[in-house]
């Protein structure tokens, strides 16, 4: 293999805390990889582990990155899907056609979704995403059809519990829900990991779209990203090698929507060059985190990720910001 390869390690503090049914967010860390073409040109690529979603841990990554940068030649382990995505994408060559892609508001979980959703829509979104399972279901159940309220009937939500909910409750939010399918793009992993087959019956009932989130992690995932006929909420920098994820997504297209992981801008681009080679994917992204107050990415601020605004992106500039590794 020519070239050769080095990496760097961020870590990022959130501003504030971000909450997620079962899990408070502080601290997002991973790497940056450099693959020198020789020419005066660079690659780069991002390692952005998340144990708990089924990757390699952060210190599996580093040992693996070391061993790599010192002899490119070794395989890459599918066991390390986040060190596959950030070695591949620092090699990939990006011919598909860029394009813009609109993107889906985000919403915090709890009351202060209500101020932040008038304001979202005053800026042009159309889609909302919005984080339950963090309060009590009568309360979050109030809060949305105070956010339906709020809104033009022409804005649509996205409910995500991060598979939080029992069947119980899953069966409740239908009900409630059963008014309001035209509110609801979809709800997004409503039962936990294991539970898919369920959800296939409850959607079947209830007319409306659920996604796939967490199911999709890990290697028993690829039988739902080939069986599940609802939306598939991709994470990119999770799921492997970029040139085989193309070939795996293609056939999946229409179902598809890309989400992030509180990436940097590097991981960013990489993901848009996976979206780039789906033509046939049309879905509000899941990308308005530009939440930190570092300068390893640019705050989009607004319902679009148009072609210029990736030109503001600079992994060049990110890969200088970052200590060398001692």
Same mark, same amino acid.
């Given at each position: 293999m020519l070239g050769k390869f080095s990496f760097k390690a961020y870590r990022r503090t959130f501003p504030l805390p971000y909450q997620t049914? =079962?899990? +408070?967010?502080?601290?997002?860390?991973?790497?940056?990889?450099?693959f020198d073409k020789g020419d005066g040109r660079f690659g780069? /690529? &991002?390692?952005?582990?998340?144990?708990?979603? /089924?990757?390699?841990?952060?210190?599996?990554?580093?040992?693996?990155?070391?061993?790599?940068?010192?002899?490119? #030649?070794?395989?890459?382990?599918?066991?390390?899907?986040?060190?596959?995505?950030?070695v591949a994408s620092s090699m990939h060559s990006n011919a598909a056609q860029?394009?813009?892609?609109?993107?889906?508001?985000?919403?915090?979980? =709890?009351?202060?979704?209500?101020?932040?959703?008038?304001?979202?829509?005053?800026n042009g979104y159309r889609t909302l995403k919005w984080k339950v399972g963090v309060?009590?279901?009568?309360?979050?159940?109030? !809060?949305?059809?105070?956010?339906?309220?709020?809104?033009?009937?022409?804005? +649509?939500?996205?409910?995500?519990?991060n598979g939080s909910w029992s069947e119980q409750e899953f069966v409740q939010w239908i009900n409630f829900l059963q008014p309001f399918r035209h509110r609801i793009d979809f709800i997004e992993q409503p039962l936990p990991v294991?539970? &898919?087959?369920?959800?296939?019956?409850? +959607?079947?009932? #209830? /007319?409306?779209? $659920?996604?796939?989130? &967490?199911?999709?992690?890990?290697? &028993?995932?690829?039988?739902?990203?080939c069986e599940w006929k609802g939306p598939l909420v991709i994470k990119a920098p999770l799921m492997g090698d970029l040139d085989s994820l193309v070939e795996r997504l293609r056939p999946r297209a229409k179902q598809i929507v890309f989400s992030s992981v509180f990436e940097t801008g590097v991981g960013l681009l990489n993901t848009l060059q996976l979206a780039d080679a789906l033509p046939e994917m049309n879905r509000a992204? /899941?990308?308005?985190? #530009? !939440?930190?107050?570092?300068?390893?990415?640019?705050? !989009?601020?607004?319902?679009?990720?148009?072609?210029?605004?990736? !030109?503001? $992106?600079?992994?060049?500039?990110?890969?200088k910001q970052l200590p060398d590794l001692s």
């Open positions: 049914s =079962g899990r +408070v967010w502080r601290e997002r860390e991973g790497y940056i990889v450099r780069y /690529g &991002e390692v952005a582990p998340i144990p708990i979603f /089924g990757t390699e841990t952060l210190f599996a990554a580093r040992a693996f990155l070391q061993e790599f940068t010192e002899d490119p #030649s070794i395989d890459l382990p599918i066991d390390l899907p986040c060190c596959c995505f950030g860029r394009r813009d892609y609109p993107i889906a508001g985000l919403l915090p979980a =709890g009351h202060k979704a209500l101020e932040l959703a008038t304001v979202k829509v005053a309060l009590n279901l009568v309360d979050e159940q109030a !809060i949305l059809h105070d956010l339906f309220n709020k809104t033009p009937d022409t804005v +649509v939500f996205r409910l995500d519990p294991n539970k &898919e087959l369920i959800m296939a019956e409850l +959607v079947a009932q #209830s /007319g409306l779209d $659920i996604a796939l989130d &967490e199911s999709l992690n890990g290697l &028993e995932g690829t039988r739902w990203l992204i /899941g990308f308005d985190t #530009s !939440i930190f107050l570092d300068k390893l990415n640019i705050s !989009i601020g607004k319902p679009l990720l148009a072609i210029s605004d990736r !030109i503001n $992106i600079s992994p060049d500039y990110i890969w």
